[in-house]
């Protein structure tokens, strides 16, 4: 899970006497106009650790410009009095506002504390370092020895993963027949011989073809109720199948042991996809008992939180919420020295998960996991759970100190026009 540590800036500077006060400040005084460079906006940042996000808001109320989010000291001039800034009297679109009153507020974020928790929905994604896998691409014999799945990074490259079938000691087994699909009919080649076809009944047509242990021809074929996986002798005859149920993932390619009756599938439908490997048992005359899965992984598919909300495995479901409402720190240079209420919401962005004030001014990133399709939050508890997805994978996270905030106004100021 790539959580974005919060790493916390030290902006108190002793040195400059801006926090050497013990007097609330004074709201920042009124401006006659914009300059031709812009106009200059004063504040005595809150007296502890963190990043600082500061918004223009209009007579409304509404937030017409972010001017920082997640700044340091760095990001601004230091006066005698509190940190400088400029504001050029646009709006985030770069549109000229209109003449009128402005006011300038913000807040402190300090450390929130943003915990990993859990993956969902990937079973090839386990830990952190653990290759973004969004597909399973292909799966093929190579040689005799192995099996071989080829899956789809996030970034595009396709990355290899490989299964050894040799039994130490045993005699490498010799294969003697082709299975090729041509125009859906499967036809078994074997030199020195005239080719077999496979009969199939009318209206039924295979999609892949593989030879496996003691030359069995293993087929996916599409029936009229769906596709199945079946099992051919050397001389075409039907030796047995393996059924899918209404809405089970159908399988689409299929590789198969040359050591053993082990077959590889890559299955795909009802927003999963699946590599499973399968063994048949001793009793082969029974379809469903005769097959025991040896190996499993799972892609769910998540466009949107509702896909994956009921596949979560948690004790609890969980509720997301539009925001969520917390308690913030008292910022003791502001006159009425009280806690704040702030709602919070989260968003995504090009870089990541975003969590911001219910009027939009952007406030932290939590994560740094590009290409997200969704995010959402919800309070369990103190503390506020947040899943986010790019399609093939959940991340689960937790803010455990959301109240480490502290609010701080910047005085109002007047624009004129130009």
Same mark, same amino acid.
């Given at each position: ?12 500077? &002793? ?9 609330? &400040? ?9 300059? &031709? ?34 700044? #340091? ?70 040689? #005799? ?91 075409? /005859? ?16 299929? &590789?198969?042991?040359?050591?053993? /009756? ?86 995504? #962005? ?69």
């Amino acid at each position: 899970m790539t959580i974005r540590p919060v790493f916390l800036a030290a902006l108190l500077v &002793a040195s400059s006497g801006v926090f050497a006060q013990d007097k609330p &400040a004074a709201a920042a005084p009124a401006l006659t106009g914009a300059s &031709a460079n812009g106009v200059s906006i004063s504040f005595v940042p809150p007296p502890m650790d963190g990043t600082l996000s500061v918004g223009v808001y209009d007579a409304a109320q509404k937030l017409v410009r972010t001017l920082h989010s997640e700044a #340091t000291k760095k990001d601004f001039t230091i006066g005698v009095n509190g940190f400088i800034t400029k504001w050029d009297g646009k709006d985030n679109a770069g549109a000229e506002l209109p003449p009128g009153k402005y006011s300038v507020r913000g807040w402190m974020v300090g450390d929130i504390g943003v915990e990993g928790i859990a993956y969902h929905g990937n079973d090839w994604m386990r830990a952190d370092d653990s290759p973004r896998v969004v597909r399973a691409v292909g799966v093929k014999n190579v040689g #005799t020895d192995e099996i071989h799945v080829w899956l789809e990074h996030v970034r595009g490259e396709q990355l290899e993963f490989s299964w050894s079938m040799k039994k130490a000691g045993a005699p490498t087994p010799k294969i003697d027949i082709t299975p090729v699909v041509e125009n859906g009919a499967i036809h078994i080649r074997k030199e020195g011989a005239d080719a077999v076809e496979i009969a199939l009944a009318e209206g039924e047509r295979a999609i892949a073809a593989t030879p496996g242990f003691e030359n069995t021809t293993w087929a996916i074929v599409e029936t009229a109720a769906g596709r199945e996986v079946r099992a051919y002798t050397a001389s075409g /005859e039907f030796a047995r199948r393996l059924a899918y149920g209404q809405g089970e993932p159908a399988p689409q390619q299929i &590789a198969a042991s040359y050591w053993s /009756e082990t077959i590889f599938l890559i299955e795909e439908g009802g927003g999963e996809q699946r590599v499973r490997a399968l063994a048949l048992g001793a009793d082969k005359k029974d379809a469903k008992a005769a097959w025991k899965v040896v190996y499993l992984k799972r892609i769910l598919a998540s466009a949107k939180f509702e896909d994956i909300a009921g596949k979560l495995g948690r004790p609890k479901p969980f509720e997301a919420q539009p925001e969520v409402k917390i308690t913030t720190r008292p910022n003791p240079l502001e006159q009425n020295n009280a806690k704040g209420e702030l709602a919070l919401k989260i968003t995504t #962005t090009a870089s990541g998960a975003m969590l911001q004030s219910a009027d939009g001014l952007p406030l932290i990133h939590l994560s740094d996991t590009p290409g997200l399709k969704w995010a959402v939050l919800g309070r369990e508890g103190e503390a506020i759970t947040v899943f986010q997805g790019d399609g093939a994978l959940v991340e689960e996270f937790k803010i455990g100190r959301a109240s480490n905030m502290m609010s701080f106004n910047a005085g109002e100021y007047e624009l004129k026009a130009k």
